[in-house]
């Protein structure tokens, strides 16, 4: 059976896996029309032209060029803007994307987790991911568009243009699920839930992007920033000037994820998303708490604490307890703790092996304390090497096939995905709970995360997992 063979059968059997989950009002068999050429576009791409017209390029400006930090609000807009309303084909097709980088995202997860063991910390956002993957589609010629294709998962064996994929679809369909994330959580201004991608592009001088493949890569990222710089005459520099370049126009406390750049290449990439997630209802414990990273360290990091009506699960076979604490009413997170703190690899293994959703059928309201660290966590990974352990280096290596993004030969270097992650409390109103809340007399079950544990976040709407995390140590950046 060939890799793409392979992916595509998994792909299926994801979706199959899928179905079964709890939800109304959604697609699940053979959606994948919704996301390739339909045939009067198909028509139009194989009209022979006399003279077809190039498509225009442009060189990036030179690094030096000072940007204003990006307007996160401004970010939120077009994100709502392209969640309300969803019906149809398009929130089916939204429903698919959101299968297609569960499945993906969990897979590379896995391969991350196997690189960063315990004690470390990993930190994964699939839609990011995924965008990644779409926008090096959305610039692909075949074989490499090809293979691209079946690494996302969709079938294109037979090779016709109805069976191509969109990727304008697939991005637009990324932008409603973003956008879902955002929509419900509060006012503008006021927002509990925000969530934005900033994209750099940048490029050895001299070097001609095409102009149609930049604009395209709005729906995943409303601001692209193409820049130029040398990128061989001293890679540690040129990371460093990339790093700071991107702290600037974000105004975000990045770090230095990028450490040196690929001599050879003449371009990179760099996508960056932050998540900013508000608990309604919890407080900040007053002072800091002890968190028990192993047996022999512990450090003292802020707790918050909230008491209401939460989904919750414990299988004392599987080892774990499963806690759900809504963010809006679409959205929640996902908190996996091992009852033995030592078998946290074999619990991560089961729960980002397609295991987590499936667990979320077991949950029932309890009245639960839940205490847990205040979280800032910073995360980085080059999806250079990840494909590298998928034995899919080449897929975006010297090799590639990527004549929309220039028409210069182009060479790949680092692909950088950064998450910046963080989780507040907001005081307030007791926390929403379960439409089948426990009685007054209930027992109130203390669960109180002060050793490592796995999350998640999770849009119902879209079935999105948006980030998936181990927190180990909540002082340490991933």
């Not at 589609?137 to 079938?155: H, I, N, S, W």
């Not at 077991?362 to 998928?390: E, F, I, K, N, W």
């Amino acid at each position: 059976m060939s890799r793409a063979g392979a992916c595509l059968r998994a792909a299926a059997l994801c979706l199959l896996v899928w179905a079964g989950l709890p939800a109304a009002d959604r697609l699940y068999i053979h959606p994948f029309h919704m996301l390739v050429y339909n045939q009067s576009v198909c028509e139009q791409l194989e009209r022979p032209s006399e003279a077809p017209t190039p498509a225009p390029t442009f060189t990036a400006v030179p690094i030096q060029a000072k940007t204003a930090p990006a307007d996160e609000e401004a970010l939120r807009e077009p994100l709502v803007a392209a969640a309300r309303g969803l019906q149809g084909e398009d929130k089916a097709r939204v429903v698919t994307v959101g299968m297609l980088l569960n499945f993906l995202g969990l897979r590379l997860y896995r391969t991350l987790a196997e690189t960063q063991a315990p004690p470390a910390a990993t930190l994964l956002s699939p839609t990011a991911l995924f965008g990644t993957l779409t926008a090096f589609y959305l610039g692909a010629l075949d074989p490499t568009a090809g293979r691209l294709q079946a690494f996302l998962g969709v079938p294109g064996e037979d090779q016709g243009c109805t069976s191509r994929l969109d990727g304008h679809k697939v991005l637009s369909a990324l932008q409603a699920i973003q956008g879902l994330l955002v929509l419900q959580g509060g006012a503008a201004g006021q927002a509990r839930l925000r969530a934005a991608t900033v994209l750099g592009l940048f490029t050895a001088p001299g070097l001609r992007l095409k102009q149609p493949f930049v604009g395209g890569l709005a729906p995943f990222a409303p601001v692209t920033l193409p820049r130029s710089l040398d990128l061989a005459a001293d890679p540690r520099l040129a990371a460093e000037r990339i790093n700071r370049f991107m702290q600037a126009a974000t105004g975000w406390k990045t770090g230095s994820p990028l450490r040196e750049v690929s001599p050879d290449s003449n371009l990179v990439f760099n996508a960056l998303a932050r998540f900013q997630g508000r608990m309604k209802g919890f407080s900040l414990l007053p002072g800091p708490r002890e968190f028990r990273v192993d047996n022999a360290t512990s450090v003292a990091v802020p707790m918050l604490t909230g008491t209401g009506s939460f989904l919750h699960w414990s299988d004392a076979r599987l080892n774990l307890s499963l806690t759900r604490v809504p963010l809006s009413a679409n959205v929640g997170l996902l908190l996996v703790q091992p009852h033995d703190p030592a078998a946290l690899a074999e619990v991560e293994a089961l729960t980002f092996q397609h295991g987590l959703l499936t667990w979320t059928k077991h949950l029932a309201p309890r009245a639960v304390r839940l205490t847990l660290p205040q979280l800032a966590l910073r995360g980085s990974y080059d999806l250079q090497d990840l494909l590298a352990q998928a034995k899919l280096a080449t897929l975006l290596g010297a090799g590639a096939s990527l004549g929309g993004i220039s028409e210069d030969q182009l060479r790949v270097g680092q692909v950088l995905n950064s998450v910046l992650f963080e989780l507040k409390a907001e005081k307030g109103e007791r926390p929403t709970g379960s439409a089948h809340p426990p009685t007054e007399s209930a027992e109130v079950l203390e669960v109180t995360l002060d050793r490592p544990f796995l999350f998640a976040v999770y849009d119902q709407d879209s079935t999105a997992l948006h980030f998936l995390g181990r927190v180990t140590n909540p002082q340490n950046a991933v």
